[in-house]
């Protein structure tokens, strides 16, 4: 089985995150969110600037199977039960990249020191800051991947993460069983649970086939998903 190994570190720059991104978030448009919000995301944001633990990190297998009745693709002897919704989507892959970012520890660091501060708004905003670095962090991993399978005239499909589309989140243990060295230093709960919490993993299918490019909200029950209606070519 031949495995491609990729790894990368991203400075906050790189997540091309700014006061507007996270004033939208937040659910302010227009740029009409207050003015001390407004000064509340730019320290957070300046804070935040200098963290350098952002990871970003894939493995590509080229040796899979995928079985339609269970629903489940198996790499090796480990059997990923994926479910109707995911399954659907990647049945046709001829290889599949299992994955792992995080936001870092750093900025867990200052979410910590918020609570216990008991600034609550600022603890807020950290952690939606938090959350769009770590989708930052799995969007440039998934650029990456795509550019690199397109010069192979290959596609990828969208990924998928443990706990969504009915996938359970306890299979988060088998996708970080393929990544012994972690070199974005995520660690699992009892519950599979990850910690940093502002950390993302999970799987995308790659073939010569035509993937989705949307996420097909009305196919799926789960209403608490991040990519909930969000549903823009990607």
């Known amino acids: 089985m031949n495995i491609t190994d990729f790894k990368a570190e991203f400075s906050f720059s790189d997540t091309l995150i700014t006061p507007a991104t996270i004033s ?27 963290i350098n633990d952002i990871r970003a990190e894939y493995k590509i297998f080229d040796s899979i199977e995928l079985n339609n009745k269970e629903k489940a693709l198996y790499i090796s ?19 599949v990249a299992l994955f792992i970012c995080t936001a870092g520890r750093s900025l867990e660091e200052l979410i910590r020191s918020a609570k216990k501060e008991n600034d609550l708004l600022l603890e807020y905003v950290y952690d939606i800051i938090g959350s769009e670095i770590a989708e930052a962090a799995a969007s440039r991993m998934e650029e990456n991947l795509r550019s690199v399978k397109n010069n192979e005239g290959l596609n990828i499909s969208m ?6 589309c009915g996938w359970e ?12 060295d972690n070199f974005c230093g995520i660690t699992l709960s009892e519950s599979s649970f990850m910690s940093p919490v502002k950390s993302v993993s999970g799987i995308a299918g790659i073939g010569a086939c035509q993937y989705k490019t949307i996420y097909q909200c009305h196919i799926c029950n789960d209403k608490y998903c991040i990519y909930r209606n969000k549903n823009k070519p990607m």
């Open 159 to 164: 990924r998928f993460s443990p706990g969504y």
């Open 77 to 95: 002897d480990v059997c990923f039960n994926l479910k109707s919704i995911i399954f659907k989507q990647i049945k046709e892959s001829t290889a």
């Open 169 to 180: 989140v306890q299979e988060q243990k088998k996708l970080f069983s393929f990544f012994p």
């Open 24 to 50: 939208r978030v937040m659910g302010y448009e227009h740029d009409d969110a207050p003015e001390p919000v407004l000064i509340l995301i730019n320290e957070a944001i300046s804070n935040i600037s200098s």
